[in-house]
């Protein structure tokens, strides 16, 4: 057995305390409570038609990235990323924080259709990812790694299903749906649930991003003799429809769904909104925070759809679960998966088993502008 010298012996000894040194202050550095800020990425749509939910996303996500550092005694960077409600730009958000900002923790994205794009690339990448509102049913299914404070959009058709035929009374139905992934969650199961029930689809027809003319479609359901309208829209394509809808004196009810239960929809078409109705999950935003957006940015709460609330608590959820859980994509997830009846801004928060939001949806008439729920009825 050969000694090492007493000089290469020092070396050794000082070497491995530095490298034990240096190992210990990288795991503090990691801990909850560092100096070094979480970063989290907001992918959401920023510009463009779908403005709405995006920029009072924006909103929600700086108030909790504000709050973090005081709830939590973790200081929170937020990087956002605009997707436009676009697949492809959605990806390229996604790339820019996961591979240049190096950013694990994903707010986003809104539109049903960006989020499945980038879902399965943060579940390959082990990113953690939650979406504030898309809907879309596929995202459900997307990875263990991606979870939605929102329901998916299956929920809602159901419920209208059943609404539509059981108190509305209506037997002869025509659909006009948007071809994304938020239509297509939406259309064969309010068709499967209302012929279920006994109803008939008069009328199928899809139409591609950016078409604004409906005229032929509603004439087509008027010669079907349809007794209702249900067009599954975003904000833009719901506003000519609802438009159109009305410029032909059309007798049959005109059916909606969450994406226009928006401020910038209802300013849109005003008065002609009377009578709508549409399914979303009840306004259950905290008073406290409605109050404090508010205040922060100068405006009117536009509403838990906007994903005001919803954006405020994906980041809060991020911040607190690495604040006790360390900075860890897979510890995080199983935190996250453990929470049951946790409040939130929003409300209270449960996932279940796929990632998804547990919470029932409501049926609104819209009337005097203002909505009105009308089912399930109020006890």
């Given at each position: 057995m050969h000694l090492l010298p007493p000089v290469r012996r020092h070396a050794l000894a000082r070497f491995t305390f530095a490298c034990v040194l240096s190992a210990i202050l990288g795991a503090l550095c990691s801990r909850p409570g560092s100096a070094?800020?979480?970063?989290?990425?907001?992918?959401?749509?920023?510009?463009?038609?779908?403005?709405?939910?995006?920029?009072?996303?924006?909103?929600?996500?700086?108030?909790?990235?504000?709050?973090?550092?005081?709830?939590?005694?973790?200081?929170?960077?937020?990087?956002?990323?605009?997707?436009?409600?676009?697949?492809?730009?959605?990806?390229?958000?996604?790339?820019?924080?996961?591979?240049?900002?190096?950013?694990?923790?994903?707010?986003?994205?809104?539109?049903?259709?960006?989020?499945?794009?980038i879902a399965p690339l943060a579940e390959r990448k082990r990113v953690l990812l939650i979406t504030p509102g898309s809907e879309a049913d596929s995202i459900s299914r997307m990875g263990d790694f991606v979870f939605r404070l929102w329901t998916p959009a299956g929920v809602q058709a159901t419920l209208m299903a059943r609404y539509a035929y059981q108190e509305l009374g209506l037997r002869r139905i025509a659909v006009l749906g948007l071809q994304n992934d938020f239509s297509a969650a939406i259309m064969p199961r309010f068709k499967?649930?209302?012929?279920?029930?006994?109803?008939?689809?008069?009328?199928?027809?899809?139409?591609?991003a950016g078409a604004l003319d409906f005229r032929s479609a509603l004439a087509k359901a008027r010669s079907k003799h349809a007794d209702g309208v249900y067009g599954i829209t975003y904000m833009t394509d719901g506003v000519a429809l609802l438009k159109q809808f009305k410029e032909q004196k059309l007798s049959m009810l005109f059916l909606g769904t969450s994406a226009l239960n928006s401020q910038d929809f209802f300013a849109a078409v005003g008065a002609l909104a009377d009578g709508i109705v549409f399914a979303d999950l009840p306004e259950s935003?905290?008073?406290?925070?409605?109050?404090?957006?508010?205040?922060?940015?100068?405006?009117?709460?536009?509403?838990?759809?906007?994903?005001?609330?919803?954006?405020?608590?994906?980041?809060?959820?991020?911040?607190?679960?690495?604040?006790?859980?360390?900075?860890?994509?897979?510890?995080?997830?199983e935190f996250l998966y453990g929470l049951r009846d946790h409040p939130g801004a929003s409300g209270s928060i449960t996932f279940d088993r796929n990632g998804d939001l547990q919470r029932s949806h409501v049926v609104y008439r819209r009337a005097s502008g203002q909505n009105v729920v009308v089912y399930p009825a109020v006890q």
């Open positions: 070094e800020p979480l970063r989290i990425g907001v992918v959401a749509p920023l510009s463009g038609d779908a403005s709405f939910w995006g920029t009072n996303g924006q909103a929600g996500a700086t108030l909790a990235a504000e709050d973090a550092e005081k709830r939590f005694g973790l200081p929170v960077k937020v990087r956002f990323e605009d997707e436009r409600c676009d697949p492809k730009a959605a990806v390229a958000a996604f790339q820019h924080l996961t591979e240049i900002e190096q950013v694990r923790y994903i707010v986003g994205a809104t539109c049903s259709s960006s989020t499945a794009a499967e649930s209302f012929e279920r029930l006994g109803g008939a689809i008069v009328l199928e027809d899809e139409y591609a935003t905290e008073e406290q925070y409605k109050q404090r957006f508010e205040e922060r940015f100068k405006r009117a709460w536009p509403g838990i759809t906007s994903t005001a609330s919803t954006s405020y608590d994906a980041v809060s959820l991020i911040a607190e679960a690495v604040s006790k859980v360390g900075d860890d994509t897979g510890r995080v997830k």
